[in-house]
């Protein structure tokens, strides 16, 4: 049983596009949704929540369906230094420490 | 802003020796995590702690023992290390509360057991 799926990629762009990704959890309880970035040979870091109403942080937009159980990340005017992998998070409980991960899109902006 | 901070960026060690990885956090975070990461596998929880002396089983402890004697500092503790613990393993803190869900990552070790 996987908890959280994502397409693994890569998803190569030129820069100026348009890109998406898409999550799915298994979870129906599942509380909080987040999605958080990794360059190469770095360190997670948090990108962004997810809410239900949807929400937008400059050229990031991401967006919860709940009851399809999906969760998507829309990046506009993709920048090469966009290129990283983005992880798809999960919470399972109310108190939210233990983080379900997924196993991340890898995402390549070319020029 | 929030530092983790991990005892080595790279370690080799042999099959059989006993392994401790170090882990500090100057934030006061009640909780920290310890993954390991892998490709293809992704971010997997080995163990976790939400308080001093505290700790719980994540989804794959076998292998591993963990210590927090002190609030910031996390240890991981390979008992026997084994070639399929070669990994990097990362450590991650965060508060409790509202924002538990913002996890605070080292820089991780790359382990390679020969």
């Known amino acids: 049983r996987k908890e959280v799926e994502q397409d693994p990629g890569p998803f190569n762009v030129p820069e100026g596009a348009t890109v998406a990704f898409n999550c799915t959890y298994s979870?129906?309880?599942?509380?909080?949704f987040f999605w958080y970035r990794q360059d190469c040979r770095k360190e997670p870091k948090l990108l962004m929540s997810?809410?239900?109403s949807g929400n937008e942080d400059g050229r990031f937009t991401a967006q919860l369906n709940r009851a399809s159980q999906y969760i998507s990340l829309l990046i506009r005017d993709s920048k090469l230094s966009d290129s990283a992998t983005y992880l798809c998070?999960?919470?399972?409980?109310?108190?939210?420490?233990?983080?379900?991960f997924g196993k991340g899109t890898t995402l390549s902006v070319s020029s | 802003d929030v530092k983790v901070t991990q005892s080595s960026r790279y370690l080799v060690k042999r099959t059989g020796e006993k392994v401790f990885l170090e882990c500090v956090q100057d934030?006061?975070?009640?909780?920290m995590f310890w993954y390991r990461q892998d490709p293809g596998l992704g971010l997997r929880l080995i163990y976790f702690?939400?308080?001093?002396?505290?700790?719980e089983k994540g989804d794959i402890p076998e292998g591993y023992s963990v210590s927090r004697e002190k609030k910031e500092r996390f240890s991981l503790i390979l008992e026997s290390a084994s070639t399929n613990q070669t990994s990097m393993y990362l450590c991650?803190?965060?508060?409790?509360?509202?924002?538990?869900?913002?996890?605070?990552f080292g820089p991780g070790t790359r382990l390679t057991v020969t």
């Open positions: 991650a803190s965060s508060s409790q509360g509202a924002s538990s869900y913002e996890q605070y």
């Open positions: 979870n129906s309880a599942s509380q909080s």
């Open positions: 997810v809410y239900s």
């Open positions: 998070v999960v919470t399972p409980n109310q108190a939210g420490t233990a983080l379900i």
């Open positions: 934030m006061d975070h009640e909780n």
């Open positions: 702690s939400y308080d001093v002396k505290m700790k």
